[in-house]
């Protein structure tokens, strides 16, 4: 079976500090990748996705940056983190391309706080 | 791109009565349609979908509904129970083949005893 592991699952970072959060994904081959983001009471904001390794599409602009060094590993990172870049942000991952469309199964989250 | 608007943000129903969670989208050629819940803290989970070739689905108390001549989509829950409440969530892909999942805002769902 599919699982999802997603760490840390929370994080306290200064304002200007760098960001690293890793996703992986096991059980399945070639899946989409996303990164959401949801602020406090908010909705899930989407911004990235990823096909295949080293293929990102940006769905916001902003301060983070995603990678995909391998096929089932996905990174957001920052080099210098914003006070607004707090909230839960969660990976998730669905069938990929030729597969009917599916559900997204998320990992647990990371609460990430800027202080 | 795809933009799915969910309607209400928050809502508040007697425990027993049904509460109904509307979304419509933009781009006609999305056919895939989940509903995700989450609980306070937690992951979202799928509690149901439906798929363009289909108007209706039921799973017991919870049921989708898929309008695509008007591109909207609804979520009923019947005989509500404290346990429904949590955060709901509507989405919508397709286009592409990448299955690129777009999300509603979100509906609070408080059933009070």
């Known amino acids: 079976s599919q699982t999802i592991h997603q760490w840390p699952a929370t994080l306290v970072q200064p304002v200007g500090s760098p960001l690293s959060l890793e996703c992986t994904v096991e059980?399945?081959?070639?899946?989409?990748l996303y990164w959401y983001r949801q602020a406090a009471g908010r909705g899930l904001q989407l911004l990235f996705y990823?096909?295949?390794?080293?293929?990102i599409s940006s769905e916001v602009p902003q301060n983070l940056s995603a990678s995909r060094p391998q096929d089932r590993q996905f990174i957001l990172s920052s080099k210098k983190l914003l006070l607004s870049d707090s909230g839960f942000y969660l990976c998730?991952?669905?069938?990929?391309?030729?597969?009917?469309?599916?559900?997204?199964?998320f990992g647990q989250g990371t609460r990430l706080t800027v202080v | 791109g795809e933009n799915v608007e969910q309607h209400p943000s928050t809502l508040s129903v007697q425990e027993g009565d049904s509460a109904v969670i509307k979304c419509t989208y933009s781009?006609?050629?999305?056919?895939?349609f989940p509903w995700y819940k989450q609980e306070l803290g937690k992951r979202p989970q799928l509690i149901i979908d439906?798929?363009?070739?289909?108007g209706e689905k039921k799973d017991q108390r919870i049921a989708v509904t898929l309008n695509k001549t008007a591109k909207h989509f609804s979520l009923h829950i019947t005989e509500t129970q404290p346990e429904d409440s949590a955060v709901y969530f509507c989405?919508?892909?397709?286009?592409?083949?990448?299955?690129?999942?777009?999300f509603g805002a979100g509906t609070r769902l408080a059933v009070h005893p």
């Open positions: 059980g399945t081959s070639n899946p989409n």
């Open positions: 781009d006609s050629a999305s056919n895939y």
């Open positions: 998730a991952w669905s069938h990929g391309l030729g597969r009917p469309n599916t559900e997204a199964f």
């Open positions: 989405a919508a892909s397709g286009t592409g083949g990448y299955n690129k999942l777009i």
């Open positions: 990823s096909v295949g390794i080293g293929q």
């Open positions: 439906i798929r363009s070739n289909v």
